[in-house]
């Protein structure tokens, strides 16, 4: 018999009868019955040409090649244990690695909570951040040098090759410094904004072309920005401060109004915004992804419901 047939059965059984030093014992053991155990062991010696214990009327012990063999066994036996084991955490996405691009839009709200259950849950998971304009990331990510981005879902023939799968819908408000003229406005048009400097996006952005829309609707040309910028943190400082007017997602800004940095301005966006959620490439995303992924819906979704635009925060009291 070639040793190509040797099974982990094999290996289980025998390392029980060199620990137990009888095949009684043994089949008890490995729940088997005590003729199972003999043949298994017969296979085994037939495979290696020799006899692999001496037995006596008191029980069975190791012969110097069974002795070799069983040192052997037992570390195939733990790696596989090992395997196995990996093998289920990696099933469960308790380890691996997950690569993420990220858009501004979910830089400071989605992720952070999201990133912060995962490594609760499953702390063998490595994660690596990176951050870029919209046409690297997704290059990124055709390449294989990315698992996932996370940001507004675009419907642009050049996306073709990447699976959407949306989060929630996530809208947007118009802000301003607490000092600033309109702050404290019961009812703010289009028009009065127009008469204000704007930091926005760069053309081509999704809540760019919603303002550039909405002005349009109103009869106004749409602002030249004063500034184009689609960090959040760059754009919370330089509203905060100055008489320039922002836009930013509701979520981030509920958080900023609540420290007291920004308000937000009680002016309608009627056009919808793109939904934010995940870009994937085609096929099946790892287990580990697939883990951050549910986390992610689990976190988000609920949110949804509390990121509508409120009345002015400086007039109704509270956001």
């Known amino acids: 018999m070639a040793i190509g047939n040797l099974r982990a059965r094999h290996l289980s059984v025998f390392a029980a009868v060199a620990r137990s030093g009888s095949m009684q014992r043994a089949a008890v053991e490995v729940h088997l019955t005590q003729p199972a155990v003999s043949k298994l062991i017969a296979e085994l010696e037939a495979m290696f040409g020799t006899p692999l214990f001496v037995r006596s009327k008191r029980g069975v012990s190791l012969t110097e090649c069974g002795q070799a063999l069983l040192a052997g066994a037992q570390t195939m036996l733990n790696d596989l244990a090992d395997t196995e084991k990996t093998i289920a955490a990696i ?30 849950r499953a702390p063998g998971v490595r994660v690596r951040i990176e951050e870029g304009s919209r046409t690297f990331l ?16 675009h419907d642009h023939a050049a ?17 301003c410094a607490p000092s600033h003229p309109l702050a404290r406005a019961r009812r703010v048009t289009f028009r009065d904004l127009a008469t204000y400097p704007w930091i ?34 760059l754009n919370h400082a330089l509203t905060a401060d100055t008489d320039l007017i922002g836009v930013m997602t509701a979520d981030a800004a509920l958080a900023y109004a609540k420290a007291g940095d920004l308000v937000r301005l009680p002016v309608a966006i009627g056009a919808p915004l793109p939904a934010v959620g995940i870009m994937l490439r085609k096929g099946t995303p790892s287990h580990a992804l697939s883990l951050f992924m549910g986390i992610l819906r689990e976190g988000l979704l609920p949110r ?16």
Do not use: W
Not at 138 to 153: F, N, P, T, W, Y
Not at 304 to 319: D, E, L, M, Y
């Open 138 to 153: 997704l290059s990124a990510l055709l390449r294989g040098e990315l698992d996932c981005v996370i940001g507004r879902l």
């Open 159 to 175: 996306e073709d090759g990447i699976v959407h799968v949306p989060l929630l819908e996530l809208p947007i408000c118009v802000v």
């Open 200 to 233: 926005l996006p760069q053309e081509g952005a999704p809540i760019r072309a919603i303002i550039d829309r909405e002005f349009a609707a109103a009869g106004l040309a749409p602002p030249v920005p004063a500034v184009e910028s689609t960090s959040i943190r």
């Open 91 to 120: 099933a469960a996405g308790l380890i691996g690695r997950i690569r993420i691009g990220v858009l501004p839009v979910a830089e400071a709200r989605v992720l952070p909570s999201a990133l912060l259950t995962l490594r609760r």
């Open 304 to 319: 949804a419901t509390k990121t509508s635009p409120a009345k002015n925060p400086a007039v109704s009291g509270g956001v």
